[in-house]
């Protein structure tokens, strides 16, 4: 059992905002055990999941888009927490301000947002805001600048992962070239590789410092398992006092600088390699032996495809996806709670054999409390029942929508919608749901995806990336 593996409390929190000390919550929890905070947990209880528990941190903050993308990659077989810094924290490595006061805001069901570095974020979410059983795997990052050699001393994304193995928990810190041009490629790779350290049982304490190289996925090569290298970025201080004794200053950063020996990381980078090293957890402890090199994931990538499993699709423009916004609840279906929707419908929406068909993404904000699955399954019903009579009329109006969603994590839900497509084929169609449910700015937020297409399709990509652009 891991070190953070412990039973969370049962009772629940009064509010989204909870202050805790971080004195209290991570030096003794580093010094003592985290088995002597048992009482401080903050979040109730939840059934015991099947599914493995991968805890998602970075040092850019919580509204990164790519730690949202990756946690929709994951999501597809893990139950995700996300809790990352409510800034940018990048160059903070491990530090965690013992003396500080910490506050956690929850800003939708597994997503915190706290005031505290990578590390620090990383301490209390094991200790108050893991499921029961602990996490299984730390992911840290997609940092949006690459962390080798030298760089990864004081990189809050590897500070980050690195306190995670503290207690006991293996950890994946993942960065890329800041000239990456695929970044759903980044978290497609990073899924395919968290799965395979979960599948081969990654041992506790063991960090991987994982960089993906420039360019487009299809330019990249292949994995390479590499040791700590030259320095990414150099950076200097310049600035002098003023009359008064005082001077304000800014690091100056700078690019490659030292050596890039063959078989290092930043020499995998420039030579276009995904680069992976296993790195010590702290400086009195050598590296654990791990061969990495029968892997999947190392062999035979997942954007690396010399046949697609699937018709793949170009990359995603808004520009090709058609808009649409209504006030709720919208005439056809009048039971439905007030608020606001929007769609985008990709461009074989209305196309019956196009792979898009039948492909959208929405976001409805709705006024009232969060629903469950139950309620959910209700408005869905409500709602296509409405519009598919509204555009069919009476002889498909009469065949209602069947709507079939279960959880699959807090806030998440998946399933299946059969009705009939009253706008092209007037034939039965079988739509894959992916939903999840937030409280935002005092509204609940439901954005769904939705497509007839398996869910290995090339198109749950572009509705993952689609979802995430959506605003009211």
């Known amino acids: 059992m891991m070190l953070s593996r412990k039973l969370m409390g049962s009772q629940p929190v009064n509010s989204g905002l909870l202050h805790v000390s971080a004195a209290l919550c991570t030096a003794v929890a580093i010094l003592c055990g985290s088995a002597a905070l048992q009482s401080q947990q903050a979040e109730p209880s939840q059934a015991v999941s ?7 941190t970075n040092d850019d903050g919580i509204r990164s888009p790519g730690m949202r993308l ?38 939708e069901e597994g997503v915190y947002s706290i005031d505290s570095t990578p590390a620090g974020c990383v301490a209390v979410a094991m200790d108050l805001l893991a499921p029961e059983g602990g996490f299984d795997l730390v992911i840290s990052g997609p940092n949006t600048v690459e962390n080798v050699g030298a760089d990864a001393d004081i990189s809050g994304t590897v500070g980050a992962a690195r306190m995670a193995t503290r207690y006991g928990v293996p950890a994946i810190a993942a960065s890329h070239s800041m000239r990456c041009r695929d970044r759903q490629a980044v978290v497609v790779f990073l899924r395919q590789l968290a799965g395979e350290a979960l599948e081969r049982k990654l041992p506790p304490s063991v960090l991987l410092n994982v960089n993906l190289p420039a360019g487009q996925s299809t330019q990249w090569k292949a994995p390479l398992v590499t040791r700590l290298g030259g320095s990414g970025f150099t950076f200097r201080f310049q600035g002098a006092f003023d009359e008064q004794g005082k001077m304000e200053t800014k690091a100056q950063v700078e690019g490659f600088k030292d050596a890039s020996p063959e078989g290092s990381d930043s020499w995998a980078l420039a030579q276009g390699h995904v680069s992976i090293s296993v790195l010590p957890v702290h400086t009195a402890v050598d590296p654990p032996k791990i061969d990495l090199k029968d892997w999947k994931s190392i062999q035979a990538p997942h954007y690396v495809r010399q046949q697609p499993l699937v018709p793949e699709l170009p990359p995603v423009s808004l520009q090709d996806w058609r808009s649409e916004r209504i006030a709720l609840p919208p005439e056809f279906a009048p039971q439905l709670p007030s608020g606001d929707e929007i769609l985008l419908f990709a461009p074989g929406m209305f196309v019956a054999e196009a792979p898009d068909y039948w492909s959208y993404a929405f976001l409805m904000r709705i006024d009232q409390d969060v629903p469950d699955a139950t309620e959910l399954t209700t408005l869905f019903e409500r709602y296509f029942d409405g519009l598919l009579g509204a555009v069919g009329g009476e002889e498909i109006g009469s065949d209602p929508a069947q709507v079939s969603l279960r959880q699959i994590g807090p806030g998440r839900y998946e399933g299946e919608v059969r009705l009939i497509d009253a706008f092209v084929t007037q034939q039965p169609v079988d739509l894959r749901l992916l939903v999840r449910s937030s409280t935002e700015n005092g509204a609940t937020s439901l954005r769904v995806q939705a497509s007839p297409q398996p869910r290995e399709h090339a198109i749950w990509q572009s509705l993952a990336y689609v979802a995430h652009t959506l605003e009211i």
């Open 70 to 107: 990756l946690a929709e990659e994951l999501g597809s077989f893990a139950d995700v927490v996300i809790a990352a810094p409510s800034g940018n924290r990048s160059g903070s490595s491990q530090s965690l301000g013992l003396r500080e006061t910490v506050s956690v805001e929850r800003l």
């Open 50 to 56: 099947q599914r493995p528990a991968i805890l998602i």
